[in-house]
C-alpha cells in the first residue's frame, strides 16, 4: 500500500497552530503522507511572534536530499515561510531538482510574510527571497496583505495580473477583508472564479497553513486545479467553524476533524 506525498518546507510554530504542525495535520487529514522539512524556528504564541532563527541552508539542503537521493514518492510541494533568502535558493535548487524525473510536479507557495498580527516571519527582504520560488510555484495563496506587498498595488485585479507574470494560478483570501462574508478569488490564464464564505467570529492562528495545505494534499492525490481549491476552502471552513483555544488571543482551527 503506498500514499501520495507531499513535501513541506516551513517554520515550527511552538503554540502548533500555524506552520509544520498545521500543515501535517492539513495533509494528514487529507489521507496523503507529509514530509515536513523545517525552514526555521520560531519563538511565538499563538498571538505575537517575538523571533525568528532560521534553520542554516546547508542543513536545509541535507534534508531535501536525503529523501531525494533514495527516490521518495513526492507527489506536490507546499511552501510556507522560507527564513531567508538563502532557504529560498535552497527550496528553488530543490524544485528545479525534482521537476527533472517529474516535470508537472506542482507547488503551492503560501508566501508567508507575517504573522496575523503583523509579527515578521522571515529575515531581510522577504518579498526579495520569494522571487524565484514565485517563478516556479503552480499556486500562489497570498492574503490581501500579501497581495499588497507582493504586487505594490491596491486593486485584487491589479495584483492578480502582476503575480500571474511569475505564477500560472492566483489564488488572493478574503479573510483580511472586511464584512459579514469572505470573498476569495482564483486567477489563471483560463479565466477567474469566486467564492464567497460566511465570516466565522474570532480570529484564527493557522488559516492560511490550512488552506494551502489542503490545496497541495488534493493536487498530490490527482485533483484538478479547481476541484483542489474548491475542496480545501469546505474543509479549512469547517476547520474554522471547530477552531478551539488554547490561551487569549487566536484560536487554533481543529483540522483534525476532516470532512472530505
Not at 499563538?46 to 539542503?61: E, K, S, T
Not at 529575515?123 to 507582493?150: C, F, H, M, W, Y
Amino acid at each position: 500500500m503506498t500514499k501520495p506525498c507531499v513535501l513541506v518546507f516551513a517554520g515550527l510554530d511552538p503554540s502548533g497552530g500555524a506552520g509544520i504542525q498545521a500543515d501535517i495535520q492539513a495533509i494528514s487529514a487529507a489521507g496523503v503522507h507529509p514530509l515536513p522539512i523545517v525552514t526555521a524556528l520560531t519563538v511565538q504564541d499563538n498571538q505575537h511572534v517575538y523571533a525568528v532563527h532560521p534553520v542554516d541552508a546547508d542543513v536545509l539542503r541535507e534534508q531535501a536530499r536525503a529523501l531525494i537521493d533514495q527516490s521518495t514518492r513526492i507527489d506536490a510541494i507546499k511552501i510556507g515561510i522560507v527564513g531567508s533568502a538563502l532557504n529560498a535558493q535552497v527550496i528553488a535548487d530543490v524544485i528545479k531538482r525534482l521537476r527533472t524525473r517529474s516535470p508537472q510536479l506542482p507547488v503551492v507557495l503560501d508566501p508567508v510574510l507575517a504573522s496575523g498580527h503583523g509579527g515578521r516571519l522571515s529575515k531581510g527582504d522577504a518579498v526579495q527571497a520569494l522571487a524565484s520560488l514565485r517563478q516556479l510555484a503552480t499556486l500562489i495563496t497570498p492574503n490581501l496583505p500579501e497581495a499588497r506587498a507582493l504586487s505594490g498595488v491596491e486593486s485584487v485585479d491589479h495584483q492578480a495580473d502582476i503575480l500571474l507574470r511569475d505564477t500560472p494560478h492566483v489564488f488572493i483570501k478574503g479573510g483580511h477583508g472586511e464584512g459579514d462574508v469572505v470573498i476569495n478569488r482564483w486567477f489563471s490564464s483560463g479565466g477567474q472564479r469566486e467564492w464567497t464564505w460566511p465570516r466565522i467570529e474570532g480570529e484564527f492562528h493557522g488559516s492560511g497553513c490550512t488552506l494551502a495545505s489542503a490545496i497541495a494534499a488534493r493536487l498530490a492525490k490527482g485533483m484538478s486545479m479547481e476541484a483542489a481549491q474548491d475542496a480545501a476552502q469546505h474543509v479549512t471552513q469547517h476547520a474554522l467553524s471547530n477552531a478551539f483555544s488554547i490561551a487569549q488571543g487566536q484560536q487554533i482551527p481543529d483540522r483534525v476533524k476532516e470532512i472530505l
